[in-house]
């Protein structure tokens, strides 16, 4: 059977006064969340560069195969970094995350590199779709560390890969099958490094509308003095039906924010 999304999308600076590099961007065929790497030159840039080449490929929508659709998506965000850095020294070093979702009305193909991670609540349970691309997770992955002990690692930020300016392109891509009454979200770590897994299943299950589970979550994480930029998109598998619009503020990095709903 096919499906529809009803979703909301939000953004913020987070509290502490820096600049917003996250980018997050959702249609009624992809969503994504793209953080600027806060460390590097230009984070902006780069995640405002992710998430515009998706946008761009939005408009080449439908597509047969959703996983080779985001591969070559990722190689052109790379190869698009890589000359700008050509052209202008001071973005050399700018690179970004990217959780990418693509939905064909059955499936999602998923693209993700970074940190920014995918969840999904299904019959209630609260499920992590990624990976992260981390130090951390790596030691978690060879037994050196427990999932408690990265938590509060001094370096739990530092990333193994991500989308960088003269670097590889290295997606990990899987298809993830939909049914209906499913409930998605993407974020950026500036939620999930302050806001805990039972935190947001309470959210994501307890919570209605999405615009609402993005606000709440939000709201937290700030209220949790998140170090970081703070964005989400939350997503529900619906009965598919024609769908309606209607426009949001604009977050940074969105060129046509919506809430969308059949």
Known sequence: ????????????????????????????????????????????????????????????????????????????????????????????????????????????????????????????????????????????????????EAAAHPRRSVLMRALQAGGAAEPDLFAHPTIEGDRYLLCSDGVTCVVDPDAIHAAMTTIHEPADVVNHLIDTAKRLRSPDNISCVVADVVRYKRSRWTRLRQPRGVSNPTIGSP
Do not use: C, K, W
């Open 1 to 148: 059977m096919r499906h529809s999304l009803r979703y909301a999308i939000g953004s913020d600076a987070g509290i502490s006064g820096r600049l917003n590099q996250d980018s997050v961007y959702a249609s009624p065929h992809l969503l994504a969340v793209a953080d600027g790497m806060g460390g590097h030159a230009h984070g902006e840039v780069a995640s405002a560069v992710a998430v515009g080449v998706l946008a761009e490929l939005d408009t080449r929508l439908p597509t047969a195969d959703p996983l080779a659709a985001l591969a070559d998506t990722v190689a052109v965000v790379l190869r698009r970094l890589t000359d700008l850095a050509a052209d202008d020294p001071e973005l050399t070093g700018m690179g970004s995350t990217l959780t990418a979702m693509m939905f064909d009305g059955t499936r999602f193909g998923v693209a993700h590199v970074g940190d920014s991670r995918a969840y999904l609540v299904r019959d209630d349970t609260l499920s992590q779709l990624t990976r992260d691309h981390t130090l951390v997770q790596s030691l978690v992955d060879d037994g050196r560390i427990t999932a408690d």
